[in-house]
């Protein structure tokens, strides 16, 4: 039994609708974000993102809205898997669940839907 709390996964399309305050999902995204960080600082949780889909934000990122994140490095490994994935084409998508299986991640905030047809609890609903 692991001591660590469950990790949910900071996907791409939720990063970006969340520090992007024009897009679409970004209230939806900061609700959920402020759940999640009440769930972190009861060390209910820890977030963690693909350290590739956090490239744009990080320089500073120790300091702003992201900074409770942990970092998934993706290495050669990692890239190899998501690369040969039949069942998901999308190298993005493929990365992120290539790190959830080898990070034990089981749940996911996210606003694609491609994630719904894996086996990883989404949200927001």
Same mark, same amino acid.
């Given at each position: 039994? #692991?001591?660590? %709390? %469950?990790?949910?996964?900071? $996907?791409?399309?939720? *990063? *970006?609708? *969340?520090?992007? %305050?024009?897009?679409?999902?970004?209230?939806?995204? @900061?609700? #959920?974000?402020?759940?999640?960080?009440?769930?972190? $600082?009861?060390?209910?949780?820890?977030?963690?993102?693909?350290?590739?889909?956090? !490239?744009?934000?990080?320089?500073?990122? !120790?300091?702003?809205?992201?900074?409770?994140?942990? @970092?998934?490095?993706?290495?050669?490994?990692?890239?190899?898997?998501?690369?040969?994935?039949?069942?998901?084409?999308?190298?993005? @998508?493929?990365? #992120?669940?290539?790190?959830?299986?080898?990070?034990?991640?089981?749940?996911?905030?996210?606003?694609?839907?491609?994630?719904? #047809?894996?086996? @990883?609890?989404?949200? %927001?609903?």
């Amino acid at each position: 039994m #692991s001591l660590d %709390p %469950p990790k949910v996964l900071l $996907e791409q399309s939720f *990063l *970006l609708a *969340l520090t992007d %305050p024009m897009h679409e999902h970004h209230q939806t995204a @900061v609700a #959920s974000y402020l759940e999640l960080l009440d769930q972190y $600082e009861r060390e209910a949780v820890l977030l963690v993102a693909v350290s590739d889909h956090l !490239r744009p934000w990080q320089p500073g990122r !120790r300091h702003g809205v992201l900074a409770p994140v942990d @970092v998934l490095h993706v290495g050669r490994q990692h890239r190899r898997v998501a690369r040969r994935m039949v069942a998901e084409p999308d190298f993005d @998508v493929a990365l #992120s669940l290539t790190m959830c299986e080898r990070e034990k991640v089981q749940r996911i905030a996210t606003f694609d839907d491609r994630f719904r #047809s894996y086996a @990883v609890a989404c949200m %927001p609903d």
